[in-house]
């Protein structure tokens, strides 16, 4: 989905992405040391399945961002 953000926006996604890419940094070396450790014969099948889930915990990891994010911006009303 590409769309055009406002400077408002395009702010908040950097902001989202670097928080996101903190808070993913152990999940992303993972992936990283697994691609480099393989072979031609064991890239796919069981390595495959792992940085899948690997990735799944990344996106987990957006959301809590995301999240986290919209919870500091709103004040509870007084």
């Known amino acids: 989905m590409k769309q055009a953000l406002s ?3 395009e702010a908040q996604a950097q902001e989202l992405a670097a ?3 903190q808070a993913s940094h ?3 070396l993972h992936i990283a040391r697994l691609l480099v450790s393989t072979t031609d ?6 390595t495959e ?3 899948r889930d690997i990735i799944h ?3 987990t990891k957006a959301y809590q961002q995301h999240l986290d ?3 500091t911006a709103a004040k509870a009303p007084v």
Request: without cysteine; neutral net charge; aromatic residues 8%.
């Open 57 to 59: 915990r990344v996106a």
């Open 49 to 51: 399945f792992t940085i």
């Open 41 to 46: 014969a064991t890239l796919f099948g069981a």
């Open 69 to 71: 994010q919209k919870k």
């Open 7 to 9: 400077a408002e926006q």
């Open 19 to 21: 928080s996101i890419a």
């Open 26 to 28: 152990d999940e992303l």
